[in-house]
C-alpha cells in the first residue's frame, strides 16, 4: 500500500508516516481510516474537507457509526 501513505503531524510537532486503510462517505461528509506504518492493529478516524484537509473525529454517535463501518468492511475484505 506504499502509494496510500500520508504524513500526519502530531501535537508534538513529530510527522508520522502513516496508511489510508479506506475511505468512504456517509450523510454528506467523507471519512478517512488511517493506521500507522507498523502498528496495522490501531485504526484511526479522520473526516476530511475537498481541500484533502484532515480532522479528527470526536463525536462519540459519529465514531460509532465510523466503527460499524469499519467492521463492515473487514467483514466483506476478509
Do not use: R
Amino acid at each position: 500500500m506504499s502509494e496510500n501513505k500520508i504524513y500526519i503531524t502530531d501535537d508534538e510537532g513529530k510527522e508520522i508516516e502513516m496508511n489510508i486503510y479506506f475511505t468512504f462517505g456517509m450523510e454528506d461528509k467523507n471519512y478517512v481510516v488511517l493506521y500507522e506504518t507498523g502498528k496495522e492493529d490501531d485504526l484511526y478516524p479522520f473526516a476530511y474537507d475537498d481541500e484533502g484537509h484532515i480532522y479528527a473525529v470526536e463525536d462519540e454517535e459519529t465514531l460509532a457509526m465510523i466503527e460499524e463501518v469499519v467492521s463492515a468492511f473487514e467483514e466483506e475484505n476478509l
